[in-house]
């Protein structure tokens, strides 16, 4: 059974810095994009950076400057490393991977992780 397991979420100031990590748990062939996303309190998900096997970045333009996220392939896992953290950074953040769990699989699957809280606060 292949599953997301994040870590590192928690209560920080403002100005301060995170860093998120998810990991694949089970077997799998390849994950393809990794990312992140984030949702808070009476608002819709939304995304807050993705990142390719070969290492290709995208980021929403709220985070743009302040988060990078990185990947290591040969561990399965992703990482966010939040700084300059504002209070509208408020939310849970969910990461997502897109997976091929075998070589012989046609279509790869949508997983995500269970959702950290992130509240930045003073």
């Known amino acids: 059974q292949v599953q997301l397991v994040e870590s590192g979420g928690g209560l920080v100031q403002p100005g301060g810095s995170l860093r998120l990590s998810c990991a694949v748990s089970?077997?799998?062939?390849?994950?393809?994009?990794m990312g992140w996303y984030r949702q808070a309190p009476g608002k819709q998900r939304e995304l807050v950076a993705t990142?390719?096997?070969?290492?290709?970045?995208n980021y929403a333009d709220s985070v743009k400057g302040r988060f990078a996220i990185s990947r290591d392939n040969a561990k399965n896992t992703v990482y966010l490393q939040m700084n300059s953290l504002k209070p509208e950074d408020t939310a849970v953040y969910y990461c997502?991977?897109?997976?091929?769990?075998?070589?012989?699989?046609?279509?790869?699957?949508?997983?995500w992780g269970q959702g950290t809280q992130v509240t930045v606060s003073s």
């Open positions: 997502h991977a897109d997976i091929i769990r075998r070589a012989w699989d046609i279509r790869s699957g949508d997983y």
């Open positions: 089970g077997s799998i062939f390849r994950a393809n994009v």
């Open positions: 990142i390719t096997s070969g290492g290709s970045t």
